[in-house]
C-alpha cells in the first residue's frame, strides 16, 4: 500500500506542469474541489489582512463538497499566538463557483480556475465597516507549486488589480507548520 501511495504521489510530482488546456475558469465540478490542499500563495489590497497575524492569513487544510451543494474550509490559523484548526461552511448562491459566507463581515467567495488535480484560485471579496477587502488565494494538491504555476497565480492577480507586492507566500510557512506539528510532545500549530 505504501508504494502505491509513494508511486501516485511520484506520478502526480512528474506530472506538475501547467496544461492552460486543462484549467477550468467556469461550470465548475466542485465536487472534484474536495480533497487535501496546501496554502501556496495569498494576495490582497490589504496586506494587513494576510500577512502573519492577519485575520485573513490562514493555511488551507482541506476542501470539501457537501452534499447540499455548500462548501467546507479545514484552516489553521493563528489565534492569541496558538494556531488552531476551524472549519468554515460557505454557502453556495444560484451562480456555479459562486459562495457567501459570514466572517468579519459580509463575504462573496468564487472559484477563480483550477484543473482539479494540481491547483485552485478562489477569490475572496469581504465588506467590513463599509470597506472593501479582496483576496486571491492559490492552493496546490502539493505543499510546493512549480514556478509556472505562481506565473500564472501573478497573472491571475494582476487582472484584478493586485501587483507582485501584493502576494505573499505561504508554502513555507504552511510545510513548517505542518512539521512543528508532527514532532511529539509540540503543541499544535
Partial sequence: MALLLLSLWLSLVSAQD????????RNYDIARVSGTWY??????????????NGDLHVF???????????????????LHGECVEV???CDRTD??????????????????????RLFVTFRLQN??????????????????????FLHRFEKVCKTYGL????????SHQGRARALR???????RS
Avoid: C, W
Fill in 181 to 187: 506539528r508532527q514532532q511529539p510532545g509540540r503543541g
Fill in 95 to 116: 451562480r456555479n463557483g459562486e459562495y457567501t459566507l459570514a466572517y468579519l463581515g459580509e463575504n462573496r467567495l468564487l472559484v477563480s480556475e483550477t484543473d482539479y
Fill in 163 to 170: 501587483g507582485p507586492e501584493n502576494i505573499i507566500s505561504l
Fill in 127 to 148: 465588506i467590513r465597516n463599509g470597506t472593501k477587502t479582496q483576496v486571491l488565494a492559490l492552493y496546490g494538491r502539493l505543499s510546493e507549486l512549480r514556478p509556472s
Fill in 87 to 89: 472549519a468554515v461552511v
Fill in 39 to 52: 496554502s501556496i500563495s495569498m494576495a490582497s489590497d490589504d496586506m494587513k489582512r494576510i500577512e502573519e
Fill in 18 to 25: 501547467l496544461n492552460p488546456r486543462t484549467i477550468v475558469r
Fill in 60 to 78: 488551507v487544510q482541506s476542501i470539501e463538497s457537501l452534499e447540499d451543494g455548500r462548501l467546507k474550509f479545514n484552516f489553521h490559523f493563528m
